[in-house]
Nanobody, 116 residues
Framework: QVQLVESGGGLVQAGGSLRLSCAAS????????MGWYRQAPGKQRELVAD???????NYVASVKDRFTISRDNAKNTVYLQMNNLKPEDTAVYYC??????????WGQGTQVTVSS
């Protein structure tokens, strides 16, 4: 069982920045893929960005050039740096980990609210 704890959400004005953190209960070297997802009210959960064990990253088009996913292996933590935030980025952000042969795990979510 991989436990994921997100933090860093909050209320920010449009154009501002936030950094989300996702701390994993075990080494990132044992996790194949970690990602950030978000779910806005009335909408389906969508992938925002993910990072693979080899370092490859992937972003949804709407956040490219604004968001950056990164990892600190020494701290077992993945980050999502969010710049130039827009009201449409408002959502609950979830961290997800995929471990080969073991399945997927989710954090409890952190609220991000961007005011116009």
């Amino acid at each position: 069982q991989v436990q994921l704890v997100e933090s860093g959400g909050g209320l920010v004005q449009a154009g501002g920045s936030l950094r989300l953190s996702c701390a994993a209960s075990e080494s990132l070297f044992s996790i194949n893929r970690m990602g950030w997802y978000r779910q806005a009210p009335g909408k389906q959960r969508e992938l925002v960005a993910d990072i693979f064990s080899g370092g490859l990253t992937n972003y949804v088009a709407s956040v490219k050039d604004r968001f950056t996913i990164s990892r600190d292996n020494a701290k077992n933590t993945v980050y999502l740096q969010m710049n130039n935030l827009k009201p449409e980025d408002t959502a609950v952000y979830y961290c997800r980990a995929v471990v080969q042969y073991r399945g997927e795990y989710w954090g409890q979510g952190t609220q991000v609210t961007v005011s116009s």
